[in-house]
Antibody, heavy 120, light 107 residues
Framework: QVQLQESGPGLVKPSETLSLTCTLS????????WNWIRQPPGKGLEWVGY???????KYNPSLKSRVTISLDMSKKQFSLKLSSVTAADTAVYYC??????????????WGQGTMVTVSS | SSELTQPPSVSASPGQTARITCSGD??????TYWYQQKAGQAPVLVIY???ERPSGIPERFSGSSSGTTATLTISGVRAGDEADYYC??????????FGSGTKVTVL
């Protein structure tokens, strides 16, 4: 059974860098897009960005200047770094897989999500 | 980036049909996907490629798309279908975009 699990600090200070890791179990990282999606409390979903198994990233234009997504295939992990955070970055952060074959570019596997609060 | 517009809420009595629309200028050229999110849980894919159902999703869930509007239909609504539903597509640059979300209430 393919599963994703987010990990990282639940509290980050303003102006600092938010760092999260997503670990894959029960599957391969090859030929999938690995994504970060966030959801502020009481609000909708916002795509943050993805990295392909070959290492090519793509970011939401509204966050592009502050986001870095990286991949460690040997550990079956991918990571998110969001710099210069403010209270507006407070959200549940999900990692998710995009399958380009079986479900034609849908987010088919999601982590349970991790709440990150930006506060001093 | 392209925006996707959904109604904030839709309600239906048990056994009736609930329809949720998703409007966006890019939809004639992109597939639409639908996700169900129950309170405190991660989203779950219920429709992909406009109208396909993943394995394990009941036949009561169906999707369609015409022009700039995609529609998720829940036939024979049940109490367990009460959730937020999000449409999702991609813009011309390949960036993913989500709709604003629709809360389905079962009366």
């Amino acid at each position: 059974q393919v599963q994703l699990q987010e990990s990282g600090p639940g509290l980050v200070k303003p102006s600092e860098t938010l760092s999260l890791t997503c670990t894959l179990s029960g599957g391969s990282m090859n030929y999938y897009y690995w994504n970060w999606i966030r959801q502020p409390p009481g609000k909708g979903l916002e795509w943050v960005g993805y990295i392909y198994h070959s290492g090519s990233p793509k970011y939401n234009p509204s966050l592009k200047s502050r986001v870095t997504i990286s991949l460690d295939m040997s550990k079956k992990q991918f990571s998110l770094k969001l710099s210069s955070v403010t209270a507006a970055d407070t959200a549940v952060y999900y990692c998710a897989r995009v399958d380009t074959v079986a479900v034609q570019d849908a987010f088919d596997i999601w982590g349970q999500g991790t709440m990150v609060t930006v506060s001093s | 980036s392209s925006e996707l517009t959904q109604p904030p809420s839709v309600s239906a009595s048990p056994g009736q049909t609930a329809r949720i629309t998703c409007s966006g200028d890019a939809l004639p050229n992109q597939y639409t996907y639908w996700y169900q999110q129950k309170a405190g849980q991660a989203p779950v894919l219920v429709i992909y490629k406009d109208s396909e159902r993943p394995s394990g999703i009941p036949e009561r869930f169906s999707g369609s798309s015409s022009g700039t509007t995609a529609t998720l239909t829940i036939s024979g609504v049940r109490a367990g279908d009460e959730a937020d539903y999000y449409c999702q597509s991609a813009d011309s640059s390949g960036s993913y975009v989500f709709g604003s979300g629709t809360k389905v209430t079962v009366l």
